[in-house]
């Protein structure tokens, strides 16, 4: 089964840039679209980015996405740190059945 | 502007089933994917399935199969979801979310996501 692991929680102060890998278990994470969501505490998510590396509208250009084939990971980074950015951020990819696979979930404190 | 809106609170005994709606807004509700997750407290969020609205195909992940059944009514742009047999790890928000590309496509990317509803389980 396809699995995609993310790191339990990282941390970082206000204005740095953080970044969050999100590795996939097998084949290679290039072969389907990468998304990552935010989830603020009490609420629902959010779609931050969109295959690999697009932002919806409404989404500041601090965020943003990438695939690094050689070590089968995604990853999200966030730059300008704000408080506001606290949350967990969840990526979501599919397998080759096409059903939906989540990573865990990280939880991003901004100190 | 996308609003997925979706129905309230239920407590529900284990064995039951339970029916959740989705109604859609802001888009022609033919035209995209619906698909549905669910996040039992503390947890992360897990994949449930996708419904095609146009044409009432489904496609369930495996845990799923022979406990949910996701249908719509195209004529108040609604998506449902109902699970049946419900235990109480089945205690969770569920969540419908609008796939972001048109047509019929490959995978689940999600774009739009409803305010969720709190399922309870228990006796």
């Known amino acids: 089964n396809f699995m995609l692991t993310q790191p339990h929680s990282v941390s970082e102060s206000p204005g740095k840039t953080v970044t969050i890998s999100c590795t996939g278990s097998?084949?290679?994470?290039?072969?389907?679209?990468v998304q990552w969501y935010q989830q603020r505490p009490g609420s629902a998510p959010t779609t931050v980015i969109y295959e690999d590396n697009q932002r919806p509208s409404g989404v500041p250009d601090r965020f943003s996405g990438s695939i690094d084939s050689s070590s089968n990971s995604a990853s999200l980074t966030i730059s300008g740190l704000k408080t506001e950015d606290e949350a967990d951020y969840y990526c979501?990819?599919?397998?080759?059945?096409?059903?939906?696979?989540f990573g865990g979930g990280t939880k991003l404190t901004v100190l | 502007q996308v609003q997925l809106v979706q129905s309230g609170a239920e407590v529900k005994k284990p064995g039951a089933s339970v029916k959740v709606s989705c109604k859609a807004s802001g888009y022609t509700f033919t035209g995209y994917y619906m698909h549905w997750l669910r996040q039992a407290p503390g947890q992360g969020l897990e994949w449930m399935g996708w419904?095609?609205?146009?044409?009432?195909?489904?496609n369930y992940a495996q845990k799923f199969q022979g406990r949910v059944t996701m249908t719509r009514d195209t004529s108040i742009s609604t998506a449902y979801m109902e699970l049946s047999r419900l235990r109480s790890d089945d205690t969770a928000v569920y969540y419908c979310a609008r796939d972001h590309r048109a047509g019929m496509v490959r995978g689940v990317i999600i774009h739009y996501w409803g305010q969720g509803t709190l399922v309870t389980v228990s006796s």
């Open positions: 419904i095609n609205p146009n044409s009432g195909g489904t």
């Open positions: 979501q990819s599919y397998d080759s059945s096409n059903l939906g696979v």
């Open positions: 097998s084949g290679s994470i290039a072969s389907n679209y």
